[in-house]
């Protein structure tokens, strides 16, 4: 029970370890190495110490670019989003000193205008007025809030299907190291 099944492909001197899976299962597999070496790191390597720099410094800067353009389209996401809430703050900001000016007006010709039948009428018309442009700004706020809650399900769901599609493209049908190497570089 304590010994090591031999995988095909497995070589001596490999490091293995117990994995327990929630389900009960116990199993060995082999430990994952380090995410910049190479794929051959447990062989001796007959090759150029320059050659094998240079290659460890391609892959470094290939996994820098990729990491780079992911942080872009986020931060691009977020330059919208805030430019949204901008632009959103400053068209509530602009229906409020409109209807600011609408008030100061109304309330100036109805003062000097105001005869004593339309006394009654004036505090009840002019709340009614309030009434209604605070409801219009309310279903403006959440027409704006709800476009918000759109690009950020958007963003949601490209982030998923990214995330989704890095599974598909693994190579499961080439060998098993390739396949270890690969999910190491990622």
């Not at 290659?55 to 470094?60: A, C, I, S, T």
Request: contains cysteine; charged residues 30%; aromatic residues 4%.
């Amino acid at each position: 029970m304590d010994s090591v099944p031999m995988v095909s492909g497995a070589e001596e001197g490999e490091d293995w370890e117990l994995r327990h899976d929630d389900d009960g299962f116990t199993y060995k597999i082999l430990k994952r190495r380090r995410l910049l070496d190479p794929p051959d790191a447990a062989q001796p390597s007959h090759s150029d110490p320059i050659v094998e720099e240079r290659h460890r410094r391609q892959r470094k800067r290939k996994i820098l670019l990729k990491l780079k353009s992911q942080y872009q389209k986020e931060i691009d996401l977020w330059e919208l989003l805030s430019s949204t809430l901008r632009a959103m703050e400053e068209k509530a900001n602009q229906q409020l000193e409109l209807q600011t000016r609408q008030q100061e007006v109304r309330e100036t010709t109805s003062s000097s205008l105001e005869s004593p039948s339309t006394t009654m009428e004036g505090p009840s018309t002019s709340l009614i007025d309030k009434l209604l442009s605070q409801a219009e700004e309310q279903e403006a706020a959440i027409n704006d809030m709800s476009y918000l809650c759109d690009i950020a399900e958007a963003m949601c769901n490209a982030q998923q299907e990214l995330l989704a599609q890095s599974f598909i493209d693994l190579p499961i049908w080439s060998s098993p190291r390739k396949l270890m190497a690969s999910l190491c570089d990622e």
